[in-house]
């Protein structure tokens, strides 16, 4: 059973850079054919796809965000990152990371980190 | 680029009672690449349906998928305490995997 865990800052400062991390343990994050994923929800409203790097070390992201992300696999550590450059308070969120196979739909989530873009 | 609107946005329901959660795409796609997926408060989302109409391992089978094209559906049949929550829809297989707005279940 795969099991992510999302770590990293809790605020960020306006205009300053969002890193975070995403522990993989239950597997390893070499196994083929996984998308591992980052998803953001604001507080009370729905669900965004961010993106997300294939094994390979492949990415694509959401062409809103396109600019401004970078997913990337830590192979040693067995995790993956996401960062998000020039962050305003838009950018304030719940951030998931998750994971899935190709064809399937997202089983695994880890419990979310909570981000605040404020000065 | 595909737009998945739900409705109702929310419903009051009583334990019990049926609902019909429904899931309209702005454009047709093939392979019903449709999930649902339940929320709780402080909780990330869980997979409940995919491929429109199979349920995920563990989920109740008071939990049902349908539709195809552009329209779908998820009905609870009996309502039970543990089932309200925030119910959202997506499309897994074409960028930007879009979610649904979501549609809230919550006690009458």
């Known amino acids: 059973q795969v099991q992510l865990q999302e770590a990293g800052p809790r605020l960020v400062r306006p205009s300053q850079t969002l890193s975070l991390t995403c522990t993989v343990s239950g597997g390893s994050i070499t196994s083929g054919g996984y998308h591992w994923t980052w998803f953001r929800q604001p507080a009370g409203k729905g669900l965004e796809w961010i993106g997300h790097v294939f094994t390979s070390g492949t990415t694509d992201s959401n062409p809103s965000l396109k600019s401004r992300v970078t997913i990337s696999l830590y192979t040693p550590w067995n995790q993956f990152s996401l960062t998000l450059d020039s962050v305003t308070a838009a950018d304030t969120a719940m951030y998931y990371c998750?994971?899935?196979?190709?064809?399937?739909?997202?089983?695994?989530w880890g419990q979310g980190t909570l981000v605040t873009v404020s000065s | 680029e595909i737009v998945l609107t739900q409705s109702p946005g929310t419903l009051s329901l009583s334990p019990g009672e049926r609902a019909t959660l429904s899931c309209r795409a702005s454009?047709?796609?093939?392979?019903?690449?449709l999930a649902w997926y339940q929320q709780k408060p402080g909780q990330p989302p869980r997979l409940l349906i995919y491929g429109a109409s199979n349920r995920a391992t563990g989920v109740p089978d008071r939990f049902s998928g349908s539709g195809s094209g552009t329209d779908f559906t998820l009905t609870i049949t009996r309502l039970e305490p543990e089932d309200f929550a925030v119910y959202y829809c997506q499309h897994y297989n074409e960028s930007p995997l879009p979610f649904g707005g979501g549609s809230k279940v919550e006690i009458k």
């Open positions: 998750a994971t899935r196979t190709g064809g399937r739909p997202f089983d695994y």
């Open positions: 454009q047709s796609f093939a392979g019903n690449y």
